[in-house]
């Protein structure tokens, strides 16, 4: 046999080769989906970023805008003061699908002698939010963490504390704030944060973009407390 008719039956040989090569990669592709040749790495597990204080005209709104357009959810616990100011900012929360909760009406602290009054404060807010969205209110974030569980049977609302507290609200400067958070998180922690600062704005979305990097998977707070 020449050495032309046997270097054209050796280019026939790659030839069929690659066209089988190319036949199983599409197979394999249309059965398990292009993941399955390209896997995305596993979630770390759940977290919730949330927001205390608001609505604030100017720097609510420029965190709805950053959550929107990285598809992340988080909860927003409100004053109700600033929630008959800023209607349609609590609307926009309501239809981008994030949890809205109680922060009492002008951000008491509970005493054993303001019992009565912080009890009035959750109704009137809850009555606030109610008739901007339709929907009942189920969670409170309690100003400074102060709480009485009898108010639970009472109001059926359930408190939502924090596992990590960047102090957000006494710095202007984001860096250290993204540091605190990111070097501290874990599966089901929940994050506190203030919608009401500039900084506060620059590290959330700082926080989220680093989080979502590392595998995370940002939810509202009904999520990580009773999954």
Partial sequence: ?????????????ILLMCLLLVAFYDKTEEKYGVEAMNPTEETKGKIAITFDDGPHPYYTPQILDGLKKRGVHAS????????????????????????????????????SQNRQEYKEELIKTNEIISNI???????????YGSWDK????????????????????????ASCIVNKVCTKVEEN?????????DSSVTAALAIVDELLKE???????????FD
Avoid at 1 to 13: A, D, E, H, P, V
Avoid at 86 to 104: A, Q, V
Avoid at 134 to 142: A, I, M, Q, S, W
């Fill in 150 to 173: 009898t108010l639970e049977k009472d109001l059926n609302m359930f408190p939502v504390l924090w596992s990590i507290d960047p102090l957000d609200w006494c710095s202007s400067n």
């Fill in 133 to 143: 969205t339709g929907r009942e209110v189920l969670f409170v974030r309690p100003p």
């Fill in 76 to 111: 927003f616990f409100v004053t109700g003061e600033n929630a008959e100011l800023y209607p349609d900012i609590i609307k926009r929360m309501n239809e981008e699908g994030h949890l809205i909760g109680n922060h009492t009406y002008s951000h008491i602290q509970l005493s």
């Fill in 215 to 225: 595998g995370y998977e940002f939810v509202t707070v009904d999520e990580i407390l």
């Fill in 189 to 197: 922690d929940i994050i506190l944060m203030h919608d009401y600062y």
């Fill in 1 to 13: 046999m020449s050495r032309k008719r046997k270097g054209f039956i050796f280019f026939l040989g």
